[in-house]
Protein backbone atom coordinates (compact mmCIF):
# COMPACT_ATOMS: atom_id res chain seq x y z
CA UNK A 1 0.00 0.00 0.00
CA UNK A 2 1.08 3.69 -0.61
CA UNK A 3 2.66 5.45 2.27
CA UNK A 4 2.98 9.38 2.67
CA UNK A 5 5.42 10.36 5.25
CA UNK A 6 5.72 14.56 6.02
CA UNK A 7 8.55 16.25 7.45
CA UNK A 8 8.59 17.46 9.43
CA UNK A 9 5.84 16.31 11.95
CA UNK A 10 6.03 20.43 13.78
CA UNK A 11 7.13 23.07 13.01
CA UNK A 12 7.34 26.34 15.10
CA UNK A 13 8.27 30.01 13.17
CA UNK A 14 8.17 33.38 13.92
CA UNK A 15 5.79 35.87 12.14
CA UNK A 16 7.28 36.84 8.42
CA UNK A 17 9.43 33.50 8.25
CA UNK A 18 9.36 31.42 5.46
CA UNK A 19 8.69 27.36 5.79
CA UNK A 20 8.84 24.32 3.96
CA UNK A 21 6.92 21.11 4.54
CA UNK A 22 7.90 18.12 2.24
CA UNK A 23 5.37 14.89 1.57
CA UNK A 24 7.50 12.11 0.20
CA UNK A 25 5.51 9.04 -1.19
CA UNK A 26 6.54 4.95 -1.25
CA UNK A 27 5.10 4.95 -4.67
CA UNK A 28 4.71 7.04 -7.89
CA UNK A 29 2.21 9.72 -7.79
CA UNK A 30 -0.60 9.70 -9.74
CA UNK A 31 -2.49 12.84 -8.17
CA UNK A 32 -1.26 14.54 -4.71
CA UNK A 33 -3.63 17.38 -2.62
CA UNK A 34 -2.50 19.61 -0.01
CA UNK A 35 -5.11 20.54 2.89
CA UNK A 36 -5.38 22.44 5.68
CA UNK A 37 -7.02 21.94 8.98
CA UNK A 38 -7.67 24.56 11.92
CA UNK A 39 -7.75 22.24 15.26
CA UNK A 40 -10.58 20.07 15.98
CA UNK A 41 -12.33 21.17 12.22
CA UNK A 42 -12.44 19.59 9.24
CA UNK A 43 -10.03 19.08 6.25
CA UNK A 44 -10.10 22.64 3.47
CA UNK A 45 -8.55 21.85 0.68
CA UNK A 46 -5.54 23.88 -0.73
CA UNK A 47 -4.44 22.81 -3.83
CA UNK A 48 -3.61 19.75 -6.25
CA UNK A 49 -0.84 19.16 -8.61
CA UNK A 50 -0.93 16.14 -10.92
CA UNK A 51 2.36 16.30 -13.53
CA UNK A 52 5.32 16.25 -12.69
CA UNK A 53 7.09 19.34 -12.40
CA UNK A 54 3.98 21.36 -11.95
CA UNK A 55 3.82 24.15 -9.67
CA UNK A 56 0.61 26.00 -7.93
CA UNK A 57 -0.02 28.99 -6.02
CA UNK A 58 -2.44 30.31 -3.78
CA UNK A 59 -1.66 33.85 -1.86
CA UNK A 60 1.32 33.14 -0.22
CA UNK A 61 1.32 29.18 -0.45
CA UNK A 62 2.96 27.66 -3.45
CA UNK A 63 2.90 24.00 -3.68
CA UNK A 64 5.52 21.87 -6.17
CA UNK A 65 5.50 18.40 -7.21
CA UNK A 66 8.97 16.17 -8.36
CA UNK A 67 7.92 13.34 -9.84
CA UNK A 68 10.68 11.62 -10.02
CA UNK A 69 11.38 11.94 -6.14
CA UNK A 70 7.72 11.21 -5.26
CA UNK A 71 8.29 14.06 -3.42
CA UNK A 72 5.61 17.61 -3.26
CA UNK A 73 6.77 20.36 -1.28
CA UNK A 74 4.64 23.26 0.54
CA UNK A 75 6.57 26.33 0.85
CA UNK A 76 4.84 29.66 3.14
CA UNK A 77 6.29 32.54 2.22
CA UNK A 78 6.02 35.51 4.61
CA UNK A 79 3.89 33.67 7.36
CA UNK A 80 1.18 34.94 9.36
CA UNK A 81 -0.63 33.70 12.21
CA UNK A 82 -3.56 32.62 10.02
CA UNK A 83 -1.24 30.35 8.18
CA UNK A 84 -1.63 28.05 12.12
CA UNK A 85 -2.99 24.61 11.67
CA UNK A 86 -1.74 21.00 10.14
CA UNK A 87 -1.21 20.73 7.11
CA UNK A 88 -1.84 17.39 5.15
CA UNK A 89 -1.37 15.63 2.25
CA UNK A 90 -3.08 12.93 0.16
CA UNK A 91 -2.51 11.12 -2.85
CA UNK A 92 -4.39 8.89 -5.19
CA UNK A 93 -3.56 5.39 -4.43
CA UNK A 94 -4.88 4.12 -8.19
CA UNK A 95 -7.69 1.90 -6.06
CA UNK A 96 -11.23 3.18 -6.50
CA UNK A 97 -10.96 6.81 -5.85
CA UNK A 98 -9.62 6.22 -2.15
CA UNK A 99 -7.09 9.10 -1.05
CA UNK A 100 -4.24 8.16 1.27
CA UNK A 101 -2.87 10.69 3.59
CA UNK A 102 0.35 11.58 5.39
CA UNK A 103 0.41 11.71 9.12
CA UNK A 104 0.34 15.84 9.18
CA UNK A 105 2.32 18.55 9.72
CA UNK A 106 1.84 20.85 12.67
CA UNK A 107 2.57 24.32 12.23
CA UNK A 108 2.96 27.54 14.20
CA UNK A 109 3.68 30.79 13.74
CA UNK A 110 5.02 32.77 16.58
CA UNK A 111 4.44 36.84 16.97
CA UNK B 1 -21.42 26.63 -1.38
CA UNK B 2 -20.88 22.76 -1.43
CA UNK B 3 -21.04 21.31 1.54
CA UNK B 4 -20.36 17.98 3.20
CA UNK B 5 -22.16 18.46 6.70
CA UNK B 6 -22.00 16.29 10.19
CA UNK B 7 -24.63 16.02 12.02
CA UNK B 8 -22.30 16.62 15.17
CA UNK B 9 -19.78 18.25 16.32
CA UNK B 10 -19.14 16.87 19.80
CA UNK B 11 -20.66 13.77 21.01
CA UNK B 12 -20.44 11.76 24.24
CA UNK B 13 -21.42 8.09 24.30
CA UNK B 14 -21.13 5.68 26.85
CA UNK B 15 -19.58 2.39 26.52
CA UNK B 16 -21.53 -0.07 24.82
CA UNK B 17 -24.26 2.35 22.84
CA UNK B 18 -25.33 2.12 19.70
CA UNK B 19 -24.20 5.27 17.66
CA UNK B 20 -24.69 6.84 14.65
CA UNK B 21 -22.80 9.22 13.11
CA UNK B 22 -24.24 11.17 10.55
CA UNK B 23 -23.00 12.83 7.00
CA UNK B 24 -25.18 14.64 4.24
CA UNK B 25 -23.07 15.87 0.95
CA UNK B 26 -25.52 18.79 -1.36
CA UNK B 27 -23.14 18.00 -4.42
CA UNK B 28 -24.44 14.64 -5.80
CA UNK B 29 -21.01 12.93 -4.98
CA UNK B 30 -21.32 9.20 -5.86
CA UNK B 31 -18.18 8.42 -3.46
CA UNK B 32 -18.24 9.22 0.24
CA UNK B 33 -15.30 8.15 2.82
CA UNK B 34 -15.66 7.70 6.49
CA UNK B 35 -12.21 8.25 8.43
CA UNK B 36 -10.56 8.47 11.99
CA UNK B 37 -8.11 10.77 12.81
CA UNK B 38 -5.95 10.02 15.69
CA UNK B 39 -2.79 11.77 16.87
CA UNK B 40 0.45 10.12 15.34
CA UNK B 41 -1.95 8.16 13.11
CA UNK B 42 -3.23 10.68 10.60
CA UNK B 43 -6.29 9.75 9.26
CA UNK B 44 -7.56 6.00 8.17
CA UNK B 45 -9.98 5.07 5.84
CA UNK B 46 -12.72 3.31 7.74
CA UNK B 47 -15.29 2.42 5.37
CA UNK B 48 -16.48 3.87 1.75
CA UNK B 49 -19.15 4.10 -0.73
CA UNK B 50 -19.43 4.21 -4.54
CA UNK B 51 -23.08 4.33 -4.70
CA UNK B 52 -26.21 3.91 -2.90
CA UNK B 53 -26.95 1.32 -1.31
CA UNK B 54 -22.30 -0.11 -2.17
CA UNK B 55 -20.17 -0.24 0.71
CA UNK B 56 -16.75 -0.96 0.90
CA UNK B 57 -14.49 -1.96 4.37
CA UNK B 58 -11.37 0.90 4.49
CA UNK B 59 -7.80 0.00 6.80
CA UNK B 60 -10.06 -0.39 9.74
CA UNK B 61 -13.70 -1.55 9.74
CA UNK B 62 -13.68 -4.11 12.85
CA UNK B 63 -16.32 -2.32 15.03
CA UNK B 64 -18.37 -0.02 12.61
CA UNK B 65 -20.67 -0.42 9.86
CA UNK B 66 -22.08 2.13 7.62
CA UNK B 67 -25.22 2.31 5.62
CA UNK B 68 -26.32 4.49 2.19
CA UNK B 69 -29.68 4.49 1.76
CA UNK B 70 -29.36 7.91 -0.52
CA UNK B 71 -26.92 8.88 -2.95
CA UNK B 72 -26.38 12.36 -0.36
CA UNK B 73 -26.47 10.32 2.95
CA UNK B 74 -23.90 8.19 4.59
CA UNK B 75 -24.24 6.94 7.82
CA UNK B 76 -20.92 5.70 10.18
CA UNK B 77 -22.75 3.06 12.68
CA UNK B 78 -20.59 2.53 16.12
CA UNK B 79 -22.42 -1.15 16.89
CA UNK B 80 -21.36 -1.04 20.57
CA UNK B 81 -19.36 1.85 21.29
CA UNK B 82 -15.96 1.35 22.98
CA UNK B 83 -13.00 3.78 24.68
CA UNK B 84 -10.68 3.04 21.89
CA UNK B 85 -13.28 4.51 19.55
CA UNK B 86 -12.84 8.33 21.24
CA UNK B 87 -11.76 9.85 17.93
CA UNK B 88 -12.47 12.41 15.74
CA UNK B 89 -14.66 11.32 12.61
CA UNK B 90 -14.41 12.62 9.60
CA UNK B 91 -16.48 12.53 6.59
CA UNK B 92 -15.69 13.38 2.92
CA UNK B 93 -17.25 13.14 -0.61
CA UNK B 94 -15.50 13.19 -3.62
CA UNK B 95 -16.81 13.88 -7.61
CA UNK B 96 -15.74 10.64 -9.94
CA UNK B 97 -16.24 12.60 -13.11
CA UNK B 98 -13.39 13.06 -15.68
CA UNK B 99 -10.69 14.92 -14.52
CA UNK B 100 -9.20 15.28 -11.05
CA UNK B 101 -10.93 15.89 -7.55
CA UNK B 102 -9.86 15.78 -4.07
CA UNK B 103 -12.48 15.40 -1.44
CA UNK B 104 -14.13 17.60 0.21
CA UNK B 105 -14.70 17.29 3.90
CA UNK B 106 -16.97 17.57 6.89
CA UNK B 107 -15.87 19.89 10.07
CA UNK B 108 -15.72 16.58 11.64
CA UNK B 109 -17.13 14.87 14.66
CA UNK B 110 -15.24 14.37 17.91
CA UNK B 111 -16.69 11.74 19.56
CA UNK B 112 -15.68 10.45 23.32
CA UNK B 113 -16.57 7.16 24.76
CA UNK B 114 -16.49 7.14 27.82
Redesign the interface.
Known sequence: SQELEQSPQSLIVQEGKNLTINCTSSKTLYGLYWYKQKYGEGLIFLMMLQKGGEEKSHEKITAKLDEKKQQSSLHITASQPSHAGIYLCGADTGTASKLTFGTGTRLQVTL | DVK?T?SSRYLVKRTGEKVFLECVQDMDHE?M?W?RQDP????R?IY?S?DVKMK?K?DIPEGYSVSREKKERFSLILESASTNQTS?Y?C?S?F?GGG?????????T?LTVV
Open positions: VQNFYGLGLLFYEGMLARTWYGYTFGSGR
